[in-house]
C-alpha cells in the first residue's frame, strides 16, 4: 500500500495518484469533508465486489458515489428522469451542493448492482470543499465514497483508523490529519413527487424543509 501524508507541496501528488490507482481498479482511503471515505471508480465491477467484500458490507446496502459537477449524473442516474428532473432536486442542488447532501436519483439502466444493492437508485454528491472535492475534479469521472469502516462500525476520522480498519489491504491511503465532520452526509429521497429524508446528518431536516419551504413527504 501507498501511504501520502497531504500538505499543500504534495496535494497534486496524492490526487494524480489516487487517479492513477482509481484507474487501474484499485481501492482508494481519502477524507471527505464529513469523514474518510472508500473509493473505487464506479464502472468496474470488480473492484466495487473488493470493496464490499474488504468492508464486510451487506449486499443489500447500496454504495454512494460522489462526482465533481451536475453534468456528471447522466452517467449514472436515469436520462429520462433527468430530461424532466424535479423542482425538489433542483432546488436542493442548487443549494447544498457542493455539501454534505447526498441525493437518491433513479438509477441509469445497467450500473452495477454493487452501487444500487438492486434498489434500482444510486446515491450522489458533490462534496464540500475538501481533498474528495479537488480529486472528483480532477478525475472527472464518480467513484465510490462509501465510509471507511468496517459495515456497522464508526466511520474513521482520522488514518489511523483507517489503519486499523483494513490494514495493507487499501491501494493508497491520502492522510490528511482528522476529519472535519462530526457527522455523515445527509441523505434524502428525491426520486418521487415530493422529498423523503433518509438519514439525517449534517444538514439538518429544518434546513431542508425550510429551503423547500414545506415538510419532507
Do not use: C
Not at 8 to 23: G, K, P, Q, T
Not at 118 to 127: D, E, F, S
Request: hydrophobic content about 40%; cysteine-free; overall charge neutral.
Amino acid at each position: 500500500m501507498i501511504k501520502i501524508k497531504l500538505n499543500e507541496a504534495r496535494r497534486d501528488e496524492a490526487i494524480n495518484e489516487a487517479i492513477a490507482v482509481l484507474l487501474r481498479g484499485g481501492i482508494i482511503a481519502y477524507p471527505t469533508e464529513t469523514f474518510y471515505g472508500l473509493g473505487v471508480k464506479y464502472d468496474m465491477p470488480e473492484s466495487l465486489k473488493r470493496l464490499y467484500e474488504l468492508k464486510k458490507r451487506p449486499g443489500e446496502k447500496a454504495m454512494p458515489v460522489i462526482i465533481s459537477h451536475r453534468g456528471l449524473l447522466s452517467e449514472i442516474v436515469q436520462k429520462e428522469w433527468l430530461a424532466h428532473l424535479p423542482n425538489a432536486a433542483q432546488s436542493l442542488m442548487d443549494r447544498f451542493w457542493p455539501g454534505p447532501l447526498t441525493l437518491l436519483f433513479p438509477a441509469k439502466e445497467g450500473l452495477s448492482e454493487f452501487l444500487t444493492a438492486g434498489t434500482g437508485m444510486i446515491a450522489v454528491r458533490v462534496p464540500g470543499e475538501s481533498f474528495a472535492l479537488q480529486l472528483a475534479k480532477k478525475a472527472g469521472f464518480p467513484f465510490t465514497a462509501t465510509s471507511a469502516n468496517l459495515s456497522g462500525m464508526p466511520p474513521a476520522v482520522n488514518a489511523e483508523e483507517v489503519m486499523q480498519y483494513f490494514g495493507e489491504r487499501l491501494d493508497l491511503l491520502i492522510d490528511s490529519g482528522q476529519a472535519r465532520g462530526s457527522r455523515p452526509s445527509t441523505i434524502v429521497d428525491v426520486s418521487g413527487a415530493g422529498i423523503k429524508i433518509v438519514r439525517e446528518g449534517m444538514i439538518s431536516p429544518a434546513e431542508i424543509e425550510d429551503h423547500l419551504g414545506q415538510g419532507s413527504a
